[in-house]
């Protein structure tokens, strides 16, 4: 791909306005306040945590090169072997997750127009194709439905309170900023924060067979249904109801999956940083130029990057998130207070520390993975000059990895 053309593909994140009919019933949301009273972790959390642990483990172990290696060359040490340990906000679960998921909504008790529609499409499919193709065809094209029986089956109370807290602080926060203190983003995303409270009444089935009430699906012909489904699909998404309501609500109803029982140090960098960067998307680029531009020359990005407008850009919209996501993450386990356990959030980064020290990381690994691992995609060139600027420039995170000065992820000059 040109560099240019990969530029565009700038991980998009897109907040709509959810307009969900209200419902205010604040008493179930806080009589699971103090569940694990005693205990400043869930069962649940230590297990993911271990986990975690397991996987990085693995995949640091198989990357090749290894002496210095995360200093030398962050994108080989965590994307080299293109294992993502987690998925970008909106991305797809994985094939287990979903198999249980489809499996879920199968054996739900309620059975509605769209459910049968996609029930006799992975069937059609499953005549010609592998199980896991199929699976992965249903989700892209059904995916109201995944969004309909996570919120319905898997989502708990202790699943949703971290994104909640998580979103409501980083709404305090960035009103503080004065840039951002009338951003439409941040009246979305309030509106967002209360509707996740009951994400059940995010998807009802009337709505769910409204979408696809014109769609065709036969139980037997494959080739049918998809080119079924293509017209479909090109018709609905188009539709600015699919942009404003559907695909947020759905990328924030398989975000909910995918986060159950994470520590914190999963959502700053995964959530968070998106959020900064939609805000600083706009400040870099139409307000403060001057400052920003002597930031990019400070960079000192090679030639062929620095002469395109677009990556200097992107390279300071991305410090400015890495570093708004990291101090509000410290932020938090400084001062903070857990709505889920009712434990103080010191408490917490501790006990998550200790359970991780065995695999020799701690929640500040975590979040440098984590935040890492977001730019894969975009390969190393890209991910190491442009995305990485905030590690670079991090202290933090040098001082975990022990970089000395002059390594790639530790350059002389500091901005
Ligand atoms: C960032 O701003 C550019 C230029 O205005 C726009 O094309 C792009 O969609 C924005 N990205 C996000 C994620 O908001
Ligand atoms: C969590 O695990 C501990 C030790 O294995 C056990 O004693 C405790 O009952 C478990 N708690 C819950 C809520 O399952
Ligand atoms: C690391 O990988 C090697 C093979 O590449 C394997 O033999 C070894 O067991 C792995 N170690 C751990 C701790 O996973
Ligand atoms: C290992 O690292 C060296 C120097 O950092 C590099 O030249 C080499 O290509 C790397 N090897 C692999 C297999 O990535
Ligand atoms: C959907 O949008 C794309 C690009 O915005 C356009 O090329 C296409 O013709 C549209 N399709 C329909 C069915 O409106």
Not at 77 to 90: A, D, F, K, Q, R
Request: net charge positive.
């Amino acid at each position: 791909m040109r560099m240019e053309s990969k530029i565009i593909l700038i991980v998009t994140f897109f907040i709509a306005s959810w307009q969900v009919h209200g419902w205010n019933d604040n008493d179930y949301f806080n009589n699971n306040y103090n569940r694990w009273h005693n205990q400043i972790l869930s069962n649940d959390s230590i297990s993911e945590l271990k986990r975690l642990g397991e996987e990085i483990r693995h995949v640091v172990n198989i990357s090749t090169n290894k002496t210095n290696y995360p200093c030398d060359s962050y994108y080989d040490y965590i994307c080299g072997e293109h294992i993502l340990i987690n998925s970008v906000l909106g991305s797809m679960p994985r094939i287990n997750d979903l198999v249980i998921i489809l499996n879920a909504l199968k054996y739900d008790d309620r059975s509605f127009d769209s459910k049968q529609k996609l029930i006799n499409f992975f069937n059609s499919c499953s005549k010609v194709k592998s199980v896991d193709d199929c699976h992965v065809e249903s989700f892209e094209n059904f995916r109201p439905l995944y969004g309909y029986i996570i919120s319905r089956k898997f989502l708990s109370q202790a699943d949703v309170s971290p994104l909640i807290d998580v979103l409501e602080s980083f709404i305090k926060r960035a009103k503080l900023e004065g840039y951002f203190s009338n951003h439409q983003n941040l009246g979305k995303l309030a509106n967002l924060a209360n509707n996740l409270r009951k994400p059940a009444n995010l998807f009802s089935t009337t709505t769910l067979d409204n979408i696809y009430t014109k769609l065709q699906i036969f139980p037997s012909s494959y080739n049918h249904n998809i080119k079924n489904l293509e017209k479909y699909n090109r018709l609905y998404k188009n539709q600015s109801a699919f942009e404003n309501y559907w695909k947020s609500a759905l990328d924030f109803t398989i975000y909910l999956y995918q986060s159950r029982n994470k520590p914190r140090s999963y959502f700053y960098p995964t959530l968070n940083a998106h959020l900064w960067m939609t805000l600083f998307n706009n400040t870099v680029r139409y307000h403060e130029g001057r400052t920003y531009k002597d930031l990019a020359d400070c960079f000192k990005l090679p030639s062929h990057l620095n002469n395109l407008e677009e990556a200097r850009n992107l390279a300071v919209i991305y410090y400015k998130s890495f570093k708004f996501a990291w101090e509000e993450y410290q932020e938090w386990f400084n001062n903070g207070f857990s709505v889920v356990y009712g434990a103080r959030a010191t408490d917490i980064y501790d006990r998550e520390n200790q359970i991780l020290e065995r695999y020799h990381l701690s929640n500040k690994h975590l979040f440098f993975i984590f935040y890492a691992q977001n730019f894969c995609f975009f390969g190393k060139d890209m991910a190491e000059n442009i995305f990485y600027q905030g590690l670079k420039q991090s202290i933090d995170f040098n001082t975990i990895y022990l970089c000395s000065v002059g390594h790639t992820m530790n350059p002389t000059v500091k901005c």
